[in-house]
């Protein structure tokens, strides 16, 4: 079986050797914020919730982990890291480097939730696909709030990195992607332009000054190529209103796509598309459910 590369995976499936409550801690620590429900789904689907639920429970009677109760939802709890339990899974070795960004009390967790939630119930659709298909993503293969650099000490946050590797016949085939979680919290033109963003890093080369320029012109480059040896897709994924509403902005990305000039080089070198979450947990992400940016019928992420 041969591997090619649109990506590197940084993570593993789930060990049944890794111990539940170490699992937690872990998934915490990555991805902020999640409820019982999504933890469950996450790593133990198919048994009673209990499951999760308790070693919860003793996490929190150990100073680790917290939760707030979400808001008409029949008393869910939404769970996080305590400063105790960010300082512990620093030291684990899936998260280094990764910055702890503890949540102090249960109303800046109540403020951190609607996004938070958001952004794991979609990567919980790539999860449950990648599951049905026999993919490789699992519970550490999507980090939320990556930072790039971009020129003129600017920088993009993209709400997630995506690692997923197709299992094919023969082929392993490793895919990145840069996600955006569109909850139609800000304006649709304010959406597009993160397109503009993303060509941006894409295009960006740092140059070097003074003495150094010399010793640093023979490896040139593209800042993002100290991470990725392709660059990642970029998907977004829509929610929080009606269709009509979703369709339009999904227009408007294409729109930005064919009106400025430093997108329209980026779609023709990195796919781009956006879905409606809905759609996603409905048909699946490898479903006909991703609009191409640069024009077509909708397809699976995969081959856009």
């Known amino acids: 079986m041969t591997t090619t590369f649109e990506a590197v995976s940084s993570a593993r499936t789930p060990s049944p050797v890794e111990p539940l409550p170490h699992q937690l801690l872990a998934v915490l620590g990555q991805h902020r914020m999640a409820t019982t429900g999504q933890l469950h789904d996450l790593l133990r689907p198919g048994t009673a919730r209990q499951t999760v639920s308790t070693p919860l429970n003793k996490l929190r009677r150990e100073g680790l982990v917290d939760y707030t109760v979400l808001p008409q939802s029949n008393r869910s709890r939404a769970w996080y890291l ?3 339990g960010a300082r512990l899974v620093r030291d684990f070795p899936a998260l280094r480097g990764r910055p702890p960004y503890p949540i102090t009390s249960a109303t800046a967790a109540s403020l951190k939730t609607p996004h938070t939630l958001t952004v794991v119930r979609t990567h919980l659709a790539f999860v449950a696909d990648a599951r049905r298909r026999g993919d490789e993503h699992g519970h ?15 920088k993009i946050i993209t709400d997630a990195v995506m690692y997923y590797t197709l299992i094919g016949e023969d082929q392993r085939t490793k895919l990145r992607a840069f996600v955006e979680v569109d909850r139609t919290t800000m304006s649709s033109e ?10 941006r890093l894409w295009s960006y080369e740092p140059q070097p000054v003074g003495r ?26 829509l929610t929080g209103a009606s269709r009509y509403v979703l369709d339009n902005r999904i227009n408007d990305l294409q729109a930005m796509v064919t009106q400025h000039p430093l997108v329209s080089t980026l779609a023709r070198q990195v796919p781009l598309g956006a879905a409606v979450l809905d759609d996603l947990e409905l048909q699946g992400p490898t479903g006909d459910v991703w609009v191409p940016l640069a024009g ?4 699976p992420w995969t081959d856009l």
Do not use: C, M
Not at 220 to 237: D, K, Q, S
Not at 296 to 299: A, Q
């Open 190 to 199: 304010r959406l597009a332009s993160k397109l503009i963003e993303y060509a």
């Open 212 to 237: 150094q320029r010399s010793r640093q012109s023979a490896v040139p480059g593209a800042v993002w190529l100290r991470w990725y040896p392709v660059f990642p897709r970029v998907l977004f994924v």
């Open 140 to 154: 550490l293969d999507w980090t939320p709030e990556v930072s790039h650099p971009l020129s003129d000490g600017e």
């Open 296 to 299: 077509g019928e909708p397809r």
């Open 82 to 84: 305590t400063g105790e």
